[in-house]
């Protein structure tokens, strides 16, 4: 420590020693360039290291942040059965979707009651009871437009239950029945009522629908209707090859979605305060992250693609499969956009509570407009008083305070959506902006108040007695004495120093 001193001291001599001589001379001082000393090498060492670690942060922050965005949606999606249902009970008012539940439905009533061998057993019952022959051949021709008719009705009376407000109730028990047997099946609950295990397959159960349409064929008088026997049968939806790596899978989600978008907000929390430059860091961190949830939605504008593929091999037709897509990704769609909403609103308010010039600007013209509209207010004798002056004295409190309840409200309050950030990014400038208005700053004549009376000690000295001052020059803070070889005495006009 005290060898860094001594090279201090002996920079700055040589410097004092290069502008006396200048001054002799009659020539402009030429400061030699310092040269970087150990406690400057260390400093600048501690801020490369800041700022590479602050980047690390930023990035690692930002790559974790659309893992958290599908983590957790799947993790609502898989845990919560009401939100479930909630999401895609609204599916049942969809046409394509309820043209491909009818279609479901009449095949698997066709695969289980055979229709034309029932009509033909019914015709062939009559013509033994003993018919002409006219009548016999009269009966044959009608098997088939009997069986087309048996048929027909059977698909009007399901596409009628279907389109009814009665099916959405019966989907609605259909999603909740699947979903809580897909999720005890994930769960390895022994008590499931099915087990996902031989060919793999997930999908929305047509039991509880088909003994609604049975119900319905009864009371519309098709009696054979009623022994139609129990059908599981399911929409497929997706189809796994190893159910041990599905739990593992759902498992990891779970816990996944509870804990990454934490990780993900401290990541970018802690690069930006381990930054040199916070507001540059604040504002790149939060462009970052907008970025990469432009990269997500354009992800699943892509996944539309692959869903359709998927589900026109299993039979679905394109626009319900292209229905039920636009349900499944729709909460993680619009999460998606909040959090851009998010970071835009994130990098301009850093960029307006930064030190750049034209911020400074604007803050200056919002505060010298707010101080005009309080001085006529003022003048109109409305005042804040002692109020004023309290809320003056605690303002980056009070302003820390409104930022704290804004950011707690984006991180808590769930659905994220855009219009709760819009809001509460409303509800906070109006908060500030109301506090910068009801606050009194201290006027000219109140500060001279407050001011304490000089002591005769402490009057400042005057020009001559500055002449005569010790011939002592302070260094930097916390530095010894330097002599003074730089002070030059007071020269007459006219004549020029030896």
């Known amino acids: 420590m005290a060898r860094s001193t001594v090279q201090e001291l002996q920079r700055r001599l040589a410097a004092l020693e290069a ?3 200048a001054l002799r001379g009659g020539i402009p001082a030429v400061t030699p360039a310092p040269t970087p000393g150990p406690v400057e090498s260390r400093r600048r060492s501690r801020g490369w290291g800041r700022t590479f670690s ?3 942060l930023i990035v690692l922050g930002t790559l974790v942040a659309p893992l958290a965005l599908v983590a957790a ?4 999606q898989l845990t919560d059965t009401d939100r479930f249902v909630a999401s895609y009970a609204g599916l049942a008012t969809d046409p394509a979707v309820q043209a491909a539940v ?18 033909t057993d019914v015709i062939d019952g009559v013509i033994e009871l003993g018919t002409g022959p006219a009548a016999t051949r009269a009966l044959e021709l009608l098997k088939g437009p009997a069986a087309q008719g048996l048929q027909s009705l059977v698909a009007t009376v399901v596409e009628r239950f279907v389109e009814s407000e009665a099916f959405a109730n019966v989907w609605a028990s259909a999603l909740r029945i699947s979903h809580s047997q897909v999720v005890s099946a994930l769960q390895n609950d022994p008590d499931a009522a099915i087990a996902l295990g031989s060919d793999g397959t997930i999908g929305i159960q047509l039991a509880p629908i088909i003994e609604a349409a049975k119900e319905v064929l009864v009371d519309q008088g098709v009696e054979f209707a009623a022994s139609i026997p129990t059908v599981d049968r399911t929409i497929t939806v997706a189809q796994v090859d190893s159910l041990p790596t599905v739990q593992l899978a759902y498992q990891l989600v779970v816990a996944a979605g509870l804990w990454l978008p934490w990780v993900a907000i401290l990541l970018l929390a802690a690069g930006v305060l381990a930054a040199r430059r916070r507001s540059v860091a604040l504002i790149t961190a939060a462009l970052s992250l907008g970025l990469v949830m432009v990269i997500v939605l354009a992800g699943l504008a892509a996944g539309r693609i692959f869903f359709d593929a998927a589900m026109r091999t299993n039979g679905i037709p394109v626009d319900a499969g292209g229905t039920i897509y636009e349900q499944v990704v729709g909460a993680m769609r619009d999460t998606a956009v909040a959090v851009l909403v998010l970071a835009l609103v994130t990098a301009v308010v850093g960029w307006f509570a930064g030190p750049f010039e034209v911020p400074r600007r604007l803050r200056a013209a919002a505060k010298a407009g707010a101080a005009a509209l309080r001085a006529t207010l003022e003048r109109r004798g409305l005042s804040t008083g002692r109020v004023g002056a309290w809320l ?3 303002r980056t409190l009070l302003r820390v305070a409104i930022t704290l309840v804004g950011a707690a409200v984006v991180l808590l309050v769930r659905p994220l959506s855009t219009s709760l950030i819009l809001w509460t990014l409303a509800f906070a400038l109006l908060a500030v902006l109301i506090l910068e208005l009801v606050e009194r700053p201290p006027s000219a004549e109140e500060d001279d108040q407050d001011d304490a009376p000089t002591h005769e000690a402490e009057k400042p000295p005057a020009d001559d007695e500055i002449g005569r001052a010790s011939p002592v020059v302070a260094g930097a803070p916390g530095d010894p004495a330097v002599p003074a070889v730089s002070a030059v005495p007071a020269v007459p006009a006219g004549e020029t120093l030896p």
């Open 54 to 56: 602050a980047t690390v």
């Open 19 to 21: 502008e006396n001589s």
């Open 102 to 119: 009818t279609d479901q439905v009449v095949e698997a009533i066709d695969g289980q009651v055979d229709i034309p061998a029932l009509t």
């Open 73 to 76: 949606w799947g993790n609502v």
């Open 392 to 394: 003056h004295s605690r």
